[in-house]
Each structure stands twice: as structure tokens, then as C-alpha cells.
């Protein structure tokens, strides 16, 4: 592997959780939200992650370096299909007829576990990034002395 598709492969582990971590921050921001625009309850999102896949070798001939490193890209962002919190409320505007309103089926201890999660998945990447270009620099300076 070289070593710009090192740092390729951290790249994409980076743009991958910062997805990860600006979906569940949208999850935190609408842990109370009972209706959208459209009068739908807000519904959880998760982010889907896959192998980011070589290039067949007809599309690496046509690219500049001819080489793009795996790593991992999002897939698509999906909602939670489970059912969201009926609280008792007969004073709220969504309250139905019996008085209970559904709040979004988002849990404010799981999406924080989840956030410092994707912290420290990030962090690896950096790690790692740092590391390649501390490798790369020491080895343009190996005939300098």
C-alpha cells in the first residue's frame, strides 16, 4: 500500500463519521420535536457505512495517480422504523384524543454513547493520518544529513 492511500483510507474514515456524528447531532436536536412541517413525528436516523471498493483497472488507467485506496464511504442514511414514546399530556397541542403525545423514538444515552463513538473513531483516523505523514517526512529527510 503507499502511502497516500494510507492517508486516503484515513480521509475516508473521517468524512465517514463526521456523517456519522452530524446525524445523530440532527437526532439530539429533535429529541422533543412531535411534528415536522409536514405533521410527521420525527423518526431517528442512522448512518449505513460500506467498503469504498478499487476501481477496476480500465477506470485506473483513466485516473491521474492511477490508484484509489479502499477505506469506507456512507451507503445512505436510514430511519428507525420502531415506535416512538407516547407521554401522557392532555395540555399538549399533539395530544390525542386520550390525552397521550408521541415524542420521537430518539434515547438521548444512546445517541450520546453514539457520538463519542464516532469521537473516537475519528480520533483513530487522525492518529493514524498524523502517522503516515510523520512516516513521509521522515523518509524525505533520510538523505539530508
Known amino acids: 500500500m503507499s502511502i497516500f492511500g494510507a492517508m486516503d483510507i484515513s480521509a475516508t474514515g473521517m468524512t465517514a463519521q463526521q456523517t456519522r456524528m452530524d446525524t445523530i447531532s440532527q437526532n439530539i436536536a ?3 420535536t412531535t ?7 420525527y423518526r431517528r436516523k442512522t448512518v449505513l457505512f460500506e467498503e469504498k471498493s478499487y476501481p477496476t ?8 495517480n492511477g490508484h484509489i ?14 415506535e416512538g414514546n407516547m407521554v401522557y399530556d392532555p395540555s399538549h397541542p399533539d395530544a390525542n384524543e386520550d390525552g397521550y403525545v408521541t415524542y420521537p ?9 453514539n457520538m463519542i463513538d464516532a469521537t473516537r473513531a475519528y480520533e483513530a483516523n487522525v492518529t493514524v493520518l498524523n502517522s503516515t505523514k510523520g512516516m513521509a517526512m521522515r523518509a524525505l529527510n533520510i538523505g539530508q544529513s
Open 35 to 41: 411534528r415536522d412541517g409536514k405533521g410527521n413525528i
Open 30 to 32: 429533535n429529541v422533543n
Open 57 to 64: 483497472f480500465s477506470e485506473s488507467l483513466a485516473l491521474a
Open 69 to 82: 485506496g479502499k477505506g469506507v464511504k456512507v451507503s445512505r442514511i436510514v430511519e428507525d422504523p420502531s
Open 105 to 113: 423514538n430518539v434515547n438521548t444515552v444512546t445517541e450520546m454513547t
